[in-house]
């Protein structure tokens, strides 16, 4: 199974590549189409077909390529946006839907595996939250009186499940885990089991919206009464790449040496940014799950680095024995902490998305995946309101949160390595990579570890910013919107829908 970058997930070992039962049918005409094979598009499709209607997934590449190949599958009610936030900003009756939704959304997935009978190891188990500093513990105060005054259930706890120092600690119930692409690949399966139909490799390149809206894709054309992009990011530019900032997170599977040391339950800190932990038994090995260090998209100059202060991070804590499994990955983090799900933006009608899931992706799928399919097939939904991607909320810091994506590539293109020969850009040591001018045009080198260079325009095409290199992922990661691309330029994350354009560096070297 394929992922969006160049690491190994604790996901993918033993995970073969998805193969679909039905094939992409010329000028068809569905109820919905929805864009993006991940937990929300494939949730999605499942509920709708439930619901009566067809429905057909065109994902682009393949199932679970995106974000939930690379999760680290918390499922809570405990939310990265904390209920005293949500109170003070959207109103304590929203704080209580959210609470609602949420459970709602960790008791779904707990039905589906359920009835589908899901082999993903779906575990309920407690989610503790522990401060180590005086401010800490003032802010854990304020996060357990509004989740419990929402109707979360939480208490205060005097242990946690790991050694690490704390003044105080909360634990939230029923929280869960589950091996996230065991689980899609069960919802997928049933849900062609039932006559749906997905298709993989299978682009969006075109969206017209008449009486039913047209939609080319890379294997041809298909017509729908509704469509929903399900695809982290909606492609295209829309406002909601001004509302949502791309963020990377890393992670560490680690075996342990002391077999008892794994801890029971799901557990973070309170730093900033945070760590968050689990265990996780696959065919009866059993890892440590560590993820934290995130950091905008493109905003770190060697994301190695991130890794190692993980690494030591848990070291610091646990006789480590072997570092399994490291990857990277992306979310969204929404401008004022809740995400977009509804009617996209500019496109009142049949269009919809999910997006801006922050770090509760698994979560938010799932829940997006009950409001989508109310409002397309009742019209209407209870968490409508609370989650309008249409919605303007005044947030302090708001100004700020979209500035700071605009200096950012001011930096990068007043940064850009100046060279005269182009000659020199073969100096790249194998496995480097940088952004050079040649005769006033930019181009993204990648040396790779045979010495082949690869080379392409790094005007990201979304609109334009300048792509950054990622050591880790061997991407080049867009620091606006979070559009990455492979090293030979292939879009891998949307916003962005046409690949970066390749350059012959030898053509240039023979001008
Ligand atoms: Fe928007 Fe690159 S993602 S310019």
Same mark, same amino acid.
């Given at each position: 199974?394929? *992922?969006d970058?160049?690491?190994?997930? =604790? ?21 919905? &189409? ?26 682009a ?5 995106g ?8 499922? /809570? ?10 109170? /003070?900003? $959207? ?6 839907? =959210?609470?609602?939704? #949420? *459970? =709602? ?16 190891? $779906?575990?309920? @188990? ?33 242990? #946690? ?23 899609? %690949?069960? =919802? ?16 969006? +390149? ?16 298909? *017509? ?7 695809t982290h990011i909606p492609p295209g530019v829309n406002?909601?790449h001004?509302?949502c900032?791309p ?6 599977? &680690?075996?342990?040496? /002391? ?16 760590? !968050?932990?689990? +265990? ?17 998209t493109a ?18 804590? !646990? ?5 399994? $499994?490291?990857?990277?990955?992306q !979310?969204f ?18 269009? %919809? &998305? ?8 698994? #979560? ?26 249409? *919605? ?5 810091? $708001?100004?700020?949160? &979209?500035?700071?994506a605009?200096?950012?590539v ?9 060279? +005269? ?10 496995? @480097? ?5 040649? @005769? ?9 570890? /045979? ?5 392409v325009?790094p005007a990201c095409t979304h609109i334009k910013c300048t792509v950054n290199?990622n050591?880790?992922?061997?991407s080049w990661d867009c620091p606006c919107h979070g559009s990455r691309f492979s090293?030979?330029g292939e879009v891998l994350t949307a916003p962005a829908r046409k690949d970066l354009? #390749? ?9």
């Amino acid at each position: 199974m394929k *992922r969006d970058g160049a690491t190994i997930s =604790l996901w993918q070992p033993g995970i073969t590549d998805y193969l679909p039962k039905g094939s992409f049918k010329e000028n068809a005409i569905y109820d919905v &189409v929805i864009v993006g094979g991940g937990i929300t598009g494939i949730s999605t499709a499942l509920l709708l077909q439930k619901a009566g209607r067809s429905v057909m997934i065109a994902e682009a590449q393949n199932i679970g390529f995106g974000t939930t190949g690379g999760t680290t599958a918390h499922l /809570n009610t405990l939310m990265d946006c904390s209920y005293d936030h949500v109170a /003070n900003r $959207f109103g304590k009756d929203n704080a209580k839907l =959210l609470a609602k939704g #949420t *459970r =709602l959304a960790l008791d779904k997935i707990r039905e589906q595996v359920k009835e589908i009978d899901i082999q993903c190891g $779906f575990k309920e @188990e407690p989610g503790y939250l522990f401060a180590q500093d005086r401010q800490q513990s003032k802010e854990l105060e304020k996060i357990f009186e509004a989740s419990k005054e929402a109707g979360v259930e939480v208490e205060y706890s005097s242990t #946690t499940p790991m050694p690490i120092p704390f003044s105080k600690a909360i634990v939230f119930a029923r929280q869960a885990s589950f091996h996230p692409t065991r689980y899609i %690949y069960g =919802l997928a399966e049933a849900f062609e089991r039932a006559g749906g139909s997905i298709v993989q490799d299978c682009r969006v +390149t075109k969206v017209d919206e008449n009486e039913l809206i047209d939609i080319d894709t890379s294997k041809g054309s298909v *017509r729908a009464k509704s469509l929903v992009y399900a695809t982290h990011i909606p492609p295209g530019v829309n406002m909601l790449h001004f509302r949502c900032a791309p963020y990377r997170s890393y992670v560490l599977a &680690v075996k342990l040496s /002391n077999p008892k040391d794994y801890p029971e339950g799901l557990v973070y800190d309170m730093q900033e940014p945070y760590h !968050y932990f689990r +265990t996780e038994e696959i065919d009866g090995q059993k890892f440590l799950v560590a993820g934290g260090e995130d950091h905008k998209t493109a905003h770190e100059e060697n994301t190695e680095n991130c890794f190692l202060r993980l690494e030591n991070y848990i070291k610091k804590y !646990y006789e480590v024995e072997e570092i399994a $499994f490291k990857w990277s990955s992306q !979310y969204f983090e929404p401008a004022d902490g809740l995400p977009y799900i509804g009617h996209l933006p500019g496109h009142p009608g049949n269009m %919809y &998305v999910a997006t801006g899931f922050g770090g509760n992706g698994m #979560t938010y799928g799932a829940l997006a995946a009950i409001i989508l399919t109310e409002m397309i097939v009742a019209g209407q939904c209870e968490f409508e309101k609370l989650f309008d991607p249409n *919605r303007v909320k005044p947030v302090a810091g $708001f100004n700020n949160f &979209v500035k700071e994506a605009a200096d950012v590539v001011g930096s990068l293109v007043s940064g850009f390595f100046s060279k +005269t020969k182009l000659e020199e850009f073969t100096e790249l040591a194998k496995g @480097e990579a940088r952004v050079v001018k040649f @005769e006033g045009q930019a181009i993204a080198l990648y040396k790779d570890e /045979n010495g082949k260079l690869h080379a392409v325009n790094p005007a990201c095409t979304h609109i334009k910013c300048t792509v950054n290199w990622n050591v880790s992922e061997k991407s080049w990661d867009c620091p606006c919107h979070g559009s990455r691309f492979s090293m030979d330029g292939e879009v891998l994350t949307a916003p962005a829908r046409k690949d970066l354009a #390749t350059i012959n560096v030898e053509e240039l070297v023979e001008k």
